[in-house]
Nanobody, 130 residues
Framework: QVQLVESGGGLVQAGGSLRLSCAAS????????IGWFRQAPGKEREGVSC????????YYVDSVKGRFTISRDSAKNTVYLQMDSLRPEDTAVYYC???????????????????????WGQGTQVTVSS
């Protein structure tokens, strides 16, 4: 059974840091593209970052580039999102998700759409105060 569980969210001051974890079970994270998405109240869910399977190629949207870092620990079957220099506009529920197929990845084409991802975690709240 495929399962994704996010953790590590919380309340932080602007300029601070958080590290989110996405613990996977039922599949190997090295075989599938994993994406991080976020959704603020009243806004659409948007992509943040992704890492491709096997090759581990990463992609970041412009708004987080240079501040966020996606990584994975194969031994723990976990994907991380290190968030530094946090801003109030980063406040959202953060979700990790995986594409359905292990073959290819839209992440390799610098594309990060919710429509390409099938399995989702329950989300973890990140709140950045001014």
């Amino acid at each position: 059974q495929v399962q994704l569980v996010e953790s590590g969210g919380g309340l932080v001051q602007a300029g601070g840091s958080l590290r989110l974890s996405c613990a996977a079970s039922g599949f190997t994270v090295d075989d599938y593209a994993i994406g991080w998405f976020r959704q603020a109240p009243g806004k659409e869910r948007e992509g943040v970052s992704c890492i491709s399977g096997r090759g581990g190629i990463t992609y970041y949207v412009d708004s987080v580039k240079g501040r966020f870092t996606i990584s994975r620990d194969s031994a723990k079957n976990t994907v991380y999102l290190q968030m530094d220099s946090l801003r109030p506009e980063d406040t959202a529920v953060y979700y990790c998700a995986t594409e359905e197929s292990p073959y290819g990845s839209t992440c390799l084409f610098d594309r990060l759409s919710t429509y390409d991802y099938y399995y989702w975690g329950q989300g973890t709240q990140v709140t950045v105060s001014s």
